[in-house]
């Protein structure tokens, strides 16, 4: 599976992002999906994933309420749609997938990387 992240830039705070991630190959619908983000000079952090049928979802206690992951299975594609982003929502945003089809928090169990979509949010 090759996964494409898209839809960074420059967004001012409490404004809003929608985050794409088209992925390529057959299954799709058979992986579990997730987001995650790193800060510069942070470690990748988890911030929401979902499950193959779109039915399971999770977040990170920072971006629950604010951030609200989906996927269309027909278009290969999971999406974030990013609410009310705050300053420290700034980050290199990456999608990745997981072939256990289920809600999963823990990187190290993605097997699949995008290459990441920058997201800066100004005061």
């Known amino acids: 599976v090759q996964l494409q992240a898209s839809g960074g830039g420059l967004v001012q705070a409490g404004g809003s992002l929608r985050l794409s991630c088209a992925a390529s190959?057959?299954?799709?619908?058979?992986?579990?999906m997730g987001w995650f983000r790193q800060s510069p000079g942070k470690a990748r952090e988890f911030v929401a994933a979902?499950?193959?049928?779109?039915?399971?979802?999770n977040y990170a206690d920072s971006v629950k309420g604010r951030f609200a992951i989906s996927r269309d299975n027909a278009k290969n594609t999971v999406y974030l749609q990013m609410d009310n982003l705050k300053l420290e929502d700034t980050a290199v945003y990456y999608c990745?997938?997981?072939?256990?089809?289920?809600?999963?928090?823990?990187?190290?169990?993605?097997?699949?990387w995008g290459q990441g979509t920058l997201v800066t949010v100004s005061s």
């Open positions: 990745a997938a997981q072939q256990g089809m289920t809600v999963v928090r823990r990187e190290t169990s993605y097997d699949y």
């Open positions: 190959g057959r299954s799709f619908n058979s992986y579990g």
């Open positions: 979902i499950s193959w049928s779109g039915r399971s979802t």
